[in-house]
């Protein structure tokens, strides 16, 4: 029986055979007897039964085999055998592999692998090749790279410009920097197709006029106080984390990632590969922050994280599962902003202090040559000044956290 193939529904499939896809008929995924899969186009022609490989499963993702697919029956409808077009297509190929001319696939993965150097979080790595494998090489990716044109990046483009802006925008970005890098190893000649400044804005509306900018989804941070009443109440290592969390101002990354050795008395250093701004931070645990660790080493005494379950680093959906325990309408990374909004309405810290706190990158290069100091102790005053806040509940502007 044809089935409507998803990512989910193929990443799950445990028992060989073939799956035939309910969207383009001939198409399904062949699971041998290790589990490896494979696409395959099945087709009649002149009273024959013909199979075609389309790839290994999931270097051909699904999207790319029912393009792959749907031209091969295109090309049935207009009378043609696919496996003829195939032979043709297949010595094109070794004709540019005389030539020493690499496909636009082969070199964004090689660019890619070199790419991964850069980037501390393996996501990155991820969505660049979702984007490549979703929307370019199903366009692109057996084409010689020194043979893409502006009219192969429009066709890229152009159908989710609107409907996807910012995936696209950023695409069209990862496209430009391959091109740019076939050019400098002289593989590609001439202007970047993919250059947006004075190319590409002549043609496509600019982002921003399309797009509204998404914020993280923040709870006010009136709510706080009621909230980490309720934090107390669950007393779990995942509670714990999203409250020091909340505490210090942090990127859960940098808390999921956390180590005990990285705390000496009362300061916890952050190393710089697991910052955003890619430096060291000091963080200046108060009281409650401090209390928090205990039970957390108490929870999980052997561990070398600070925050564990058998000695195993928490998963990155841990807060978040709170959050929906909770039916809050927000974000974890939203309670920044809540950081952001309480210490500049409520308090006379500095705007700079507060900036520091939050290890925000300074994007002004002189200022950030000068400003050396990391301003410790003030930092200090500033989250003395939230825990007491946050942990009080006798303030008159603390409202009763609502279901989302």
């Known amino acids: ?53 389309l790839g290994a499963y999931p270097k051909v993702s699904i999207s790319e085999a029912r393009i792959k697919a749907q031209s091969a029956r295109d090309e049935l409808d207009r009378g043609s055998n696919p496996l003829t077009q195939r032979k043709t297509a297949k010595a094109a190929t070794l004709a540019i592999q005389a030539r020493g001319c690499k496909t636009f696939r082969e070199f964004s993965l090689e660019c890619l692998e070199k790419k991964r150097l850069e980037w501390s979080n393996p996501k990155h790595a991820k969505q660049w090749l979702y984007t490549l494998e979703e929307f370019a090489f199903p366009v692109i990716g057996n084409l010689p790279v020194d043979q893409v044109n502006m009219e192969h990046i429009l066709s890229i483009l152009s159908p989710i410009w609107a409907s996807k802006t910012e995936t696209a925008s950023r695409l069209r970005g990862r496209l430009e920097w391959i091109l740019a890098a076939a050019t400098t190893l002289r593989l590609r000649e001439g ?26 989804k923040a709870l006010s941070y009136r709510q706080i106080p009621a909230l980490l009443l309720k934090l107390h109440d669950l007393c779990t290592v995942g509670s714990l984390a999203l409250e020091f969390t909340i505490l210090n101002a942090s990127r859960s990354g940098e808390v999921f990632g956390g180590l005990r050795s990285e705390v000496d008395g009362d300061i916890w250093t952050i190393p710089g590969e697991r910052m955003k701004a890619k430096k060291d931070h000091r963080v200046p645990l108060c009281a409650r922050s401090l209390e928090i660790l205990q039970i957390a080493r108490a929870m999980d005494p052997d561990s070398k994280y600070l925050f564990s379950r058998k000695g195993k680093p928490l998963s990155g959906m841990a807060m978040t599962m709170i959050m929906r325990r909770l039916k809050l309408d927000a974000t974890v990374h939203g309670f920044r902003s809540a950081f952001r909004d309480w210490a500049s309405e409520e308090t006379s810290h500095s705007s700079e202090v507060i900036e ?22 003030k930092r200090r005053s500033l989250l003395v000044d939230w825990e007491i806040y946050c942990t009080s509940t006798a303030a008159n502007n603390i409202v009763e956290l609502k279901a989302a």
Do not use: C
């Open 356 to 377: 520091m706190a939050l290890a925000h990158a300074i994007r002004n290069k002189v200022e950030a040559a000068y400003r050396r100091k990391d301003l410790l102790e």
């Open 191 to 216: 202007s970047n197709p993919a250059t947006w400044r004075g190319h590409l804005q002549t043609i496509l509306p600019a982002p921003k006029k399309i797009s509204k900018t998404k914020h993280f």
């Open 1 to 53: 029986m044809a089935t409507n193939l998803t990512f989910k529904h193929v990443e799950n499939i445990k028992i060989p055979g073939r799956y035939t896809d309910a969207l383009v008929k001939g198409l399904h995924i062949w699971v041998k007897p290790n589990l490896k899969k494979y696409w395959i186009f099945r087709f009649a022609n002149n009273g024959k039964q013909h199979n075609i490989s």
